[in-house]
C-alpha cells in the first residue's frame, strides 16, 4: 500500500510506503489526505497524524493508542471499537464521527469540535473534555475533581 501525502495544493511531498496496515504504527503522516480511506483494524498506534483528513475513514476497531491527532478532521468517520487510549486529539473535529465502543482513556480532547458524536459504550475515563464542543455554541468547562 503506498500512502501519499499531498500539501494544500495537491501536490505529493511524502509517500508512505506499508505491505500492510498493521506496518503504520509511528508512522509520519502530518497533513495527509486520508479522506474516506479504509484502515478498518489498522495499527496506527505512536503515529504523527497532525492535521491530517481522515473525514469519512473506517477506522473501526483500529489501534490509534498514543497518536497524535491534534487538529485533524475527522469528520464522520468510523471509530468503532478503535483504541484511542493516551491520543492527543486537541482541536481536532470528531463531528459526527462514530465512537461507538472506543477507548479514550486518558485522551486530550481540549477544544475539540464533538458535535453529535456518537459515545454509546465509549470508555471515556480519565479523559479531557476541557473546551470541547458537544452542541452548537456549547463548550464543555474545565471540571474540578
Do not use: P
Given at each position: 500500500?503506498?500512502?501519499?501525502?499531498?500539501?494544500?495544493?495537491?501536490?505529493?511531498?511524502?509517500?508512505?510506503?506499508?505491505?500492510?496496515?498493521?506496518?503504520?504504527?509511528?508512522?509520519?503522516?502530518?497533513?495527509?489526505?486520508?479522506?474516506?480511506?479504509?484502515?478498518?483494524?489498522?495499527?496506527?498506534?505512536?503515529?504523527?497524524?497532525?492535521g491530517a483528513d481522515l473525514s469519512c475513514a473506517n477506522l473501526s476497531?483500529?489501534?490509534?493508542?498514543?497518536?497524535?491527532?491534534?487538529?485533524?478532521?475527522?469528520?464522520?468517520?468510523?471509530?468503532?471499537?478503535?483504541?484511542?487510549?493516551?491520543?492527543?486529539?486537541?482541536?481536532?473535529?470528531?463531528?459526527?464521527?462514530?465512537?461507538?465502543?472506543?477507548?479514550?482513556?486518558?485522551?486530550?480532547?481540549?477544544?475539540?469540535?464533538?458535535?453529535?458524536?456518537?459515545?454509546?459504550?465509549a470508555d471515556l475515563t480519565d479523559a479531557n473534555f476541557t473546551g470541547?464542543?458537544?452542541?452548537?455554541?456549547?463548550?464543555?468547562k474545565k471540571v474540578s475533581k
Amino acid at each position: 500500500m503506498i500512502i501519499e501525502i499531498k500539501n494544500k495544493s495537491g501536490i505529493v511531498i511524502h509517500t508512505v510506503t506499508s505491505e500492510y496496515y498493521d506496518d503504520l504504527e509511528q508512522s509520519d503522516l502530518r497533513n495527509a489526505n486520508l479522506y474516506c480511506a479504509n484502515l478498518y483494524c489498522a495499527n496506527l498506534a505512536n503515529a504523527d497524524l497532525r492535521g491530517a483528513d481522515l473525514s469519512c475513514a473506517n477506522l473501526s476497531e483500529a489501534n490509534l493508542s498514543g497518536a497524535k491527532l491534534r487538529g485533524a478532521k475527522l469528520y464522520n468517520a468510523n471509530l468503532r471499537y478503535s483504541d484511542l487510549n493516551d491520543v492527543d486529539l486537541r482541536e481536532a473535529d470528531l463531528s459526527c464521527a462514530d465512537l461507538t465502543g472506543a477507548d479514550l482513556q486518558d485522551a486530550n480532547l481540549r477544544d475539540a469540535d464533538m458535535r453529535y458524536v456518537n459515545l454509546r459504550e465509549a470508555d471515556l475515563t480519565d479523559a479531557n473534555f476541557t473546551g470541547v464542543m458537544f452542541f452548537d455554541g456549547w463548550k464543555m468547562k474545565k471540571v474540578s475533581k
